[in-house]
């Protein structure tokens, strides 16, 4: 019994499936809320930036070189790139083609480690030490937070990857997919205004 | 105490209140202003004790009528979402009372915040106070552009704006003397300025209000509101250079000082100690305390400081300075002649 | 039902027992339980700090603590009370209760309630550990730079306060992830929006404010970590960063971080005030729109605790106008408790005099704090006692106020017994006594000039008779706070049985047996009202939820119609693991930054084991098994 109380039965839940997609599956909601943290930690991180440059009367201050923009670029415009076959394995999931996804999965791995790749040289060009002065550590702060979700997400795609091609796939595992390609969109979205910030507006100011 | 006077005339409507304010001892508080700033502040204090008395009186009165209203509660079975209008309306009614409380009282304090401002466009006596842990440098301008520097006492003109330009030599303070003008902190990095003007005449006190370390506690100093004459006189004494010793102990414990460590630290204008990095003694024995507000000022304190700081103020930057007892008092009788 | 079913359901539900399954538990109620514990301990450590530092204060120049000592005292008191006790204790109630409210059997993510609770503990060990070996952070609980940084704090003091808080703050948002997630998608069929509790708006509310306000301190707490570890320069004014920006971030955090532990506390008064005035809120939708408000204005003004530091005035006009339209909401609630006992049929038991004792004792927070509002006003008020009494009577007549008549309010629910009455009474005059003979004269002691966070002060101040009596009054509610507490135990053995509604309640978990199973709801309550108990007749329910394994059901957000059976996880060591794994990077983190990187690595491994699905081994695909 529920309690003391007398129960009046008025439906039946037996017939209700036991996977949802999307914002329908209890998943999505997590999944959404973390990105909220992230997204206000980068937001956070990117005020504070604009604080200290904003209180400095030279961005960077004279003497610090600007930040190349070649290996940035190469980052930049893979990173970019890496959300048509994001969108490609979304649609593969909704479709519920396994031989697809696992296939989409593994690309996107190997994409996730040529970005880590692309993203060490970048990590070599950023001419400025992080205990250099203010505007050192904030560079450095942006790229290390986005670093660690490239890592993160690459982590998660590659185990997730792994489990697909040596496991029977179920819904759930689908909607574990769709939630590890809107992460990667989220991360693509979190790199805009971190790249604008640390590479142009210095030389736009 | 004009001012809690004015709160006990039967104004203030929570009587506690009223009770607890007549033991204020006037040289700290804020609640006896001798300056404009303080004096406007404490004009809004009146305002919003009064609002807020009367608006904790209602909601008292409102939940004590509730609770009386129990005993002639009839319904039986809960109730779920009555009608009730009257509430309703009285809803509407209650947030227009906050509402205009809130107006007036934000209108009111523009109003504060605009007259602290306006002391700037005087003419002012120019200031720079500095926070040290755990202890204030204190520098004047003169009319001819040079800097005068004492610590740990600040003299203040009655009737003149003094604009004090505040700087942090190690970590963040504030500086505080409640009854000439509310606190402006002193942050490393930044400049910041507080105008004061002071218009009673007095020994007051001030402290350092932010958080600073192990002897936050003692980062006080004395504030003396003097006539503007006097003011000159005591600002063209600290002008000089130190007072040659007069007797023989005291040409001794200036020999220890000027010789020994006490000059490492410590400026004596006018002899070998040109230390920097403690306080000007140049004219320490005119002072009202040691030690920031430590102690107050005697030959027997003087020495008992130099012997053991760290026992008095433990954790201060000043170190025991061995010294046997005849020299100890030498120190000590030297430094008290530093008027 | 059948037997044969709720054997199954039972079984199905149940923890492993010994060690196992107490490390493995992911019941809700067991693990809001051990935050509870926990924080009762944390806040007798915290009182007595407050006690031993109140000695010391009682009377001019005493010596019995020397400034180390003391300033160890009011830190540790600090920290604790804000980051160890506020928060989580109401994370651990919305823990406990959210399901019950719902309906449901456990929470949406049951392992990262576990993986809360034990990252939580690690940031109480963090925390105490090192003060029982003589290392206690000396700073206050927001330690500014550059008074925290390398140069005037060396040592490891300051690094184990900000790593406490990355600790707790984690747990605080991976809590409030699982509580938002439940609230929306977890309620029960027909609780719209429109028919949720006021409680379940407000512990709503709380989390998403915790979602956009914790990740500002995190950041505050990790640059300064890498300012003392890795010479980064944010905070060295020499090398352009700004002390500054360590208060703006802070306090970006630190105002909404109030109202984090107020609005819950709003949530238990109005589920207090609701029973026992046997009728349904008054103004139910001005209420939820007021706490709306609050979420909202809450990121908007805290620059008022930046008063002092000289920033232009027209900046500070703007936020002494929006400080004090705060206001206005929280008017309004105290409008709508007072109406709703005004036109109910209120009974004095004690959770509802708590909400007495909170009002009483709560407004004249409230207006201390329009007084702290005003920008000019706030320069004598700010870092003097006058702050003191306020931020005290705002956390503790707002929110431990409410939180213990919560605490007597839902134990018969939590225990099956009653509490004593009488000495629950006792334990009410008490605190309420003791706290504001002890507080209210810290409002005169700053107005006279007494700044905060001073170990002692000469005799020729005259603050020696009021710091007595203050002594003497935070004396008396420790007191009261130990026979609450003696209450609490005894009734565990003594008190009468209480059933599954003592109280005549009206929403959801009373429907639950007292103490409530592990499943807490053998079938899906269906809800028509905002008051589903108070409806006459049958609790109308829906059947169909798995029995052979634990499987919740998830409605829609708006509407909760339901949309499918969800499986719930069951218990797992990894949480635990993930924990430990996450404790020793942050300890480890304190010594060197490649903590960060190594550390990874074992959570990296603790999490992939915590949330591999147990599925068979592939029949297609290259890695098929053949």
Not at chain 1, 14 to 25: C, V
């Amino acid at each position: 019994m529920n309690g003391e109380r007398a129960l009046r039965r008025v439906g039946d839940l037996a017939g209700l499936p036991t996977s949802a997609q999307g914002p329908r599956n209890l998943v999505w909601w997590g999944n959404i809320s973390f990105m909220a943290i992230e997204g206000t930690g980068f937001a956070l991180a990117i005020g504070a930036c604009l604080y200290l440059l904003g209180q400095s009367p030279h961005w960077p201050p004279p003497g610090d070189s600007l930040p190349g923009l070649g290996w940035s670029g190469a980052f930049t415009l893979a990173l970019v790139l890496s959300e048509l076959p994001n969108l490609w394995l979304i649609r593969q999931v909704r479709a519920k083609s396994i031989a697809r996804v696992r296939l989409g999965m593994l690309v996107m791995t190997l994409i996730g480690i040529a970005l880590i790749g692309l993203r060490w040289f970048e990590l070599q060009h950023l001419n400025v030490g992080w205990d250099h002065d203010a505007y050192g550590s904030t560079v450095w702060m942006l790229m290390v937070l986005h670093t660690s979700h490239v890592v993160t997400e690459l982590v998660e795609t590659a185990v997730l990857t792994v489990w697909l091609y040596t496991h029977e796939v179920g819904d759930d595992q689908l909607g574990d997919v769709e939630d590890d390609a809107d992460y990667w969109t989220f991360v693509i979205l979190a790199w805009v205004p971190i790249y604008l910030l640390v590479y142009w507006v210095p030389r736009w100011l | 105490m004009a001012g809690a006077a004015a709160v006990n005339g039967g104004r203030s409507p929570v009587p506690l209140v009223a009770l607890l304010l007549t033991g204020c001892s006037g040289i700290q508080s804020s609640l006896d202003p001798a300056g404009m700033q303080a004096g406007a502040t404490f004009r809004l204090f009146e305002l919003m004790i009064v609002m807020c008395g009367v608006m904790y009186g209602a909601v008292l009165l409102f939940l004590g009528a509730s609770v009386w209203r129990v005993r002639r509660q009839l319904a039986a079975a809960p109730a779920i979402e009555p009608a009730d209008p009257g509430l309703g309306k009285g809803l509407w009614a209650w947030g227009g009372v906050i509402v205009a409380g809130l107006v007036v009282l934000a209108t009111g304090s523009f109003f504060v915040e605009r007259a602290l401002a306006a002391a700037r466009a005087r003419e002012a006596l120019q200031v720079r106070v500095t926070g040290h842990q755990w202890w204030w440098r204190i520098q004047y301008r003169t009319p001819d552009g040079r800097w005068i520097e004492t610590a740990n006492e600040l003299h203040l003109p009655a009737g003149r704006t003094a604009r004090i330009e505040l700087g942090a030599a190690d970590v963040i303070h504030s500086f505080w003397v409640p009854n000439v003008a509310g606190k402006m902190d002193v942050i490393p990095g930044h400049t910041n300025v507080i105008d004061v003007s002071p218009h009673r005449l007095g020994w007051f006190r001030g402290q350092c209000a932010e958080f600073c370390g192990a002897q936050h506690a003692h980062m006080a100093f004395d504030v003396k509101v003097d006539s503007p004459a006097a003011f000159d006189a005591w600002l063209a004494q600290q002008g000089r250079p130190a007072a040659a010793p007069a007797d023989a102990i005291a040409a001794r414990g200036m020999a220890i000082v000027t010789g020994g460590a006490c000059g490492l630290c410590h400026v004596v204008r006018g002899s070998a100690a040109t230390g920097r990095a403690g306080p000007d003694l140049t004219h320490v024995g005119g002072r009202r305390s040691i030690g920031a507000g430590t102690l107050p000022m005697s030959r027997g304190a003087l020495q008992g400081w130099i012997a053991q700081p760290q026992a008095l103020k433990p954790g201060t930057m000043m170190p025991a300075v061995p010294l046997d007892g005849a020299d100890a008092d030498a120190v000590a009788h030297y430094l008290e002649t530093l008027r | 039902m059948s037997p044969d079913e709720r054997e199954r359901l039972h079984a199905v539900w149940a923890d492993r027992p010994g060690l196992l399954g107490f490390l493995g538990t992911v019941d809700h109620k067991r693990i809001a339980a051990r935050y509870i514990v926990t924080v009762v301990g944390l806040l007798f450590l915290s009182g007595m700090l407050a006690i031993d530092m109140r000695l010391q204060l009682s009377q001019p120049d005493m010596r019995r603590m020397g400034p180390q000592q003391y300033n160890e005292a009011f830190a540790l008191h600090g920290s604790t009370m804000l980051f160890l006790i506020s928060v989580p204790v109401m994370e651990a109630m919305a823990l406990w209760l959210v399901p019950l409210m719902l309906g449901a059997r456990n929470m949406a993510f049951p392992r990262l309630a576990a993986f809360s609770y034990w990252l939580y503990l690690g940031g109480v060990l963090m925390l105490w550990l090192p003060h029982a070996l003589g290392i206690t952070p000396d700073l206050g609980w927001f330690e500014y730079p550059p008074l925290s940084g390398p140069a005037y704090s060396p040592g490891h003091r300051a690094d184990i306060w900000a790593q406490m808080i990355t600790f707790t703050e984690v747990a605080a948002l991976a809590a409030s992830v699982n509580v938002v997630a439940t609230i929306l998608k977890m309620r029960p069929p027909g609780m719209t929006l429109a028919r949720m509790p006021f409680f379940l708006w407000a512990m709503l509310v709380a989390s998403l404010m915790t979602i956009f306000a914790l990740p500002a301190i995190m950041l505050a707490t990790s640059m300064l970590i890498a300012d003392r570890l890795v010479s980064t320069q944010f905070f060295a004014p020499a090398a352009g960063g700004d002390v500054l920006l360590f208060q703006h971030m802070f306090w970006f955090f630190g105002h909404p971080e109030v109202y984090i532990i107020f609005v819950p506390a709003v949530g238990f008064v109005s589920s207090i005030v609701e029973t026992f005035s046997r009728r349904t809120l008054f103004g139910h939708v001005p209420m939820v729109l007021s706490i709306l408000a609050i979420g909202v204005l809450a990121f908007g003004l805290w620059v008022h605790h930046m008063f002092a530091v000289g920033l232009p005035r027209l900046g500070n006009d703007f936020y002494t106008a929006a400080s004090m339209a705060i206001a206005l909401p929280a008017g309004l609630q105290m409008f709508c408790w007072i109406a709703t006992m005004w036109s109910g049929r209120p009974r004095f038991a004690t959770p509802l005099l708590w909400v007495i004792g909170f009002i009483a004792t709560f407004v004249i927070g409230g207006l201390s704090g329009v007084m702290t509002a005003s920008a000019p006003l706030d320069l004598q008020l700010t870092d003097t006692y006058f702050v003191v009494a306020h931020l005290h009577y705002v956390l503790i007549g707002g929110a431990l106020f409410p939180l213990f008549g919560a605490f007597c309010y839902w134990y018969p629910k939590a225990t099956g017994r009653m509490m004593s009455e009488r000495w629950g009474v006792v334990a009410f005059i008490l605190i309420v006594g003791g706290f504001n003979l002890g507080f209210f004269p810290m409002h005169v002691l700053g107005l006279e000039g007494m700044p905060r966070r001073i170990y002692t002060y000469g005799p020729d101040m005259g603050w020696g008779t009021l710091n007595l009596v203050a002594t003497i009054g935070s004396a008396i509610a420790m007191l009261g706070g130990i026979v609450l507490t003696g209450n609490a135990l005894i009734s565990l053995w003594r008190g009468k049985p209480a059933g599954a509604d003592p109280w005549g309640a009206p929403t959801l978990e009373w429907a639950a047996r007292s103490p409530p199973p592990q499943h807490n709801f053998e079938e899906v309550p269906v809800v028509t009202s905002i008051a589903p108990l108070w409806r006459h007749g049958d609790l109308p329910v829906m059947t169909g939820l798995a029995t052979d394994r634990r499987e919740v059901l998830v409605t829609s957000v708006i509407d909760a119609v339901p949309q499918y059976r969800h499986h719930s996880v069951g218990p797992s060591l990894w949480p635990f693991v993930a924990a430990l794994a996450t404790s020793g990077m942050f300890v480890a983190s304190i010594f060197t930054p490649w903590a960060v990187v190594w550390g990874a690595i074992p959570i990296g491994v603790a999490l992939v084991l915590w949330f591999w699905p147990r599925r068979p081994r592939s029949a297609t695909g290259p890695l098929a098994r053949r």
